[in-house]
């Protein structure tokens, strides 16, 4: 009954999220598109326990935006961080 329905799909393919971590060893960053699809990925040891705090979210900041950086120069767009 009524009218037919219209089937909608999202291209996830120009959208990511991206997530940012803080380990003992190293700090990362990873962004993946809507499908799942790893799209960027970058890691940097670091012993945490030998740097200051500040230093470390400080370097993490810096891995965020070069993590944005290429997304953008892929005409990716990141809808968050986590």
Not at 18 to 42: K, P, Q, R, W
Not at 43 to 52: F, K, N, Q, T, Y
Not at 72 to 78: D, Q
């Given at each position: ?5 219209t089937?909608?799909?999202l291209?996830g ?8 971590e803080?380990?003992v060893?190293?700090i990362?960053?990873l962004?993946?598109?809507l499908g ?15 740097v200051?705090a500040?230093a ?7 891995l965020v935006r070069?993590?944005v950086s290429d997304l953008?120069?892929?005409g990716l ?5 986590t």
């Amino acid at each position: 009954m009524g009218r037919p329905g219209t089937t909608v799909e999202l291209d996830g393919r120009r959208v990511c999220g991206l997530g940012a971590e803080i380990n003992v060893n190293h700090i990362s960053t990873l962004a993946h598109d809507l499908g799942g699809a790893v799209v960027s990925e970058h890691r940097i040891g670091l012993d945490a326990h030998a740097v200051p705090a500040i230093a470390v979210v400080d370097r993490l900041v810096d891995l965020v935006r070069q993590t944005v950086s290429d997304l953008a120069r892929r005409g990716l767009t990141p809808a968050g961080l986590t």
